[in-house]
C-alpha cells in the first residue's frame, strides 16, 4: 500500500511533466531553470548598466573620440605617455576634432575616451557574461529544447548590436561632427530589444504562481500591454532621433512647438521625399516623439484602469502609468531647462525602468492567460512546454 502522505499529496500533473523532462527529476530540473533564471537577470543588469553608460557617452560627445574597432587589442587602454600620444592624433584626424574641439588638451581627450572605452568595454563583457555561461549550460544539458534556439538567437543579437554600435560611430569619423541619428536610434532600439528578450525569457522561467497571478482576464488586456510595449520601444527610438539631431536644443517649448501645438504642415514636411522629415527634420521628429508619448500615456492611463476594473494585473498596470507619468514629466523639464546632462540622464534611466516594467507586465499577463487556458483543458503537458518556452 502506498502511504497516507502520498495518498494525500499526489504529485501535480504540472510536477510529473517538468520531471519528465529532466532523468534526474523535478527537483533537478527547477534547480537548473532557476540557476538559467538568475544568470539572465544577471545579464539584464548588465545590460541595463550598458545603456546607462552609452547614454552618458553620448552626452559628454565622447562616442567619437577612438576611432578605431578593435574589438580584441581594443581591450586595454591606452597605458604610457606614448600610447596616449598615438590614440590622440588618430582623434585629431576625425572631423570631430577639426571643428569642434582643435586646441583640446590631452587631459580633455583622456575624459572623453574613457568614456567611450568603458562603454565599449562593457559590450565586451556582456558578450562573454552571456556567451560563457550559455555554452556551460548547453554542454550541462541543463537547457531545455526550446530554449536554445531563442538563447542563441539573443547571443546573435547582441554581435550583431557590436556591429551597429561601430556602424555608427563610423558615421561620425568623416564629414559630420556627429553619428548619424538613424543609426544612433537603431543601435538604441537593438540594445533594448535584446533587454526585453532577455527580461522576457528570464520571467518565463518562473513558476507558475509566480507568473500568472490569479485567474485570467479578457484577452484584450495581454494584447494592450504587448501593445504598450511595442509602442515604448517605438518611442525610445524616436528619443534616440531627436537626441542625436539634438532637436531639444532647437525646440524647447511646451506644450506648444514652434508657436502651435500642431505646428504647419508646411513646417512639419519641409523636406522632400516626405519620408525624410522623420530622418533630418528636427521639428517633425520632436513632434512626433511628442505625439507617441501622449498616445503611450494615454493608453497605459486607459489599460490600467481596465486592469483594476477587472482585477487583473492591476498593481503592474497602474505602476506602468505612474513610471510612463514621470518619464513624460522629466521629458517636459529636460526641453524646458534646455537639456542639462543631469536631467537628460534621469529621462533615459526612467525610460530604461519603464522598458523593464513594460516587459515585465507584459509576460505576466501573456502568461496568466496561458496558464488559464492550460488548467481549464487539464493539459499538463502544454504547461510544462509553457514553463520551458515564452
Known amino acids: 500500500m502506498r502511504p497516507l502522505s502520498e495518498k494525500k ?27 538559467i533564471r538568475v544568470w539572465l537577470w544577471a545579464v539584464a543588469a548588465l545590460l541595463v ?183 515604448l520601444v517605438a518611442q525610445i527610438a524616436l528619443g534616440g532621433m531627436v537626441a542625436g539631431l539634438k532637436a531639444g536644443l532647437v525646440y524647447d517649448t511646451w506644450p506648444l512647438i514652434d508657436g502651435a501645438f500642431i505646428p504647419p504642415r508646411a513646417h512639419l514636411l519641409s523636406l522632400h521625399p516626405v519620408w525624410m522629415n522623420l530622418l533630418d527634420n528636427h521639428l517633425a521628429v520632436q513632434f512626433t516623439h511628442r505625439m507617441v508619448g501622449y498616445l503611450l500615456l494615454g493608453l497605459a492611463v486607459l489599460h490600467a484602469a481596465d486592469c483594476t476594473y477587472h482585477d487583473h494585473g492591476r498593481a503592474g498596470a497602474i505602476a506602468l502609468a505612474g513610471v510612463l507619468l514621470m518619464q513624460a514629466t522629466l521629458g517636459i523639464l529636460t526641453l524646458l531647462w534646455h537639456v542639462p546632462i543631469s536631467l537628460a540622464l534621469a529621462h533615459q534611466s526612467v525610460a530604461v525602468v519603464a522598458l523593464i516594467m513594460a516587459t515585465l507586465h507584459a509576460a505576466n499577463l501573456r502568461a496568466g492567460k496561458a496558464s488559464a487556458v492550460v488548467s481549464g483543458d487539464g493539459n499538463a503537458r502544454a504547461m510544462a512546454e509553457h514553463f520551458s518556452a515564452a
Open 9 to 35: 499529496n499526489p504529485p501535480s500533473r504540472a510536477t510529473e511533466a517538468e520531471g519528465a523532462q529532466s532523468p534526474t527529476g523535478p527537483a533537478t530540473a527547477s534547480a537548473h531553470r532557476r540557476a
Open 49 to 231: 548598466l550598458m545603456v546607462m553608460v552609452g547614454g552618458a557617452t553620448r552626452l559628454t560627445d565622447s562616442g567619437l573620440s577612438i576611432v578605431e574597432w578593435r574589438p580584441v587589442t581594443g581591450v586595454l587602454p591606452p597605458v604610457s605617455a606614448t600610447a596616449w600620444a598615438v590614440e590622440f592624433d588618430k582623434y585629431k584626424t576625425s572631423s570631430e576634432y577639426e571643428f569642434i574641439n582643435k586646441g583640446m588638451t590631452l587631459d580633455e581627450f583622456k575624459r572623453i575616451y574613457w568614456w567611450e572605452w568603458a562603454h565599449r568595454l562593457l559590450g565586451r563583457l556582456i558578450g562573454a557574461a552571456f556567451l560563457l555561461p550559455l555554452v556551460f549550460f548547453q554542454l550541462r544539458g541543463w537547457i531545455e529544447p526550446k530554449l536554445k534556439g531563442r538563447l542563441w538567437f539573443i547571443f546573435a543579437l547582441g554581435a550583431l548590436q557590436g556591429a551597429i554600435g561601430w556602424w555608427m560611430v563610423a558615421s561620425g569619423l568623416v564629414e559630420r561632427i556627429d553619428v548619424a541619428q538613424e543609426r544612433l536610434a537603431i543601435h538604441l532600439t537593438t540594445a533594448c530589444i535584446i533587454l526585453v528578450a532577455v527580461i522576457w525569457t528570464a520571467r518565463s522561467l518562473a513558476k507558475a504562481n509566480r507568473i500568472a497571478g490569479s485567474g485570467a482576464g479578457p484577452r484584450r488586456l495581454a494584447v494592450a500591454a504587448a501593445a504598450i510595449l511595442g509602442l
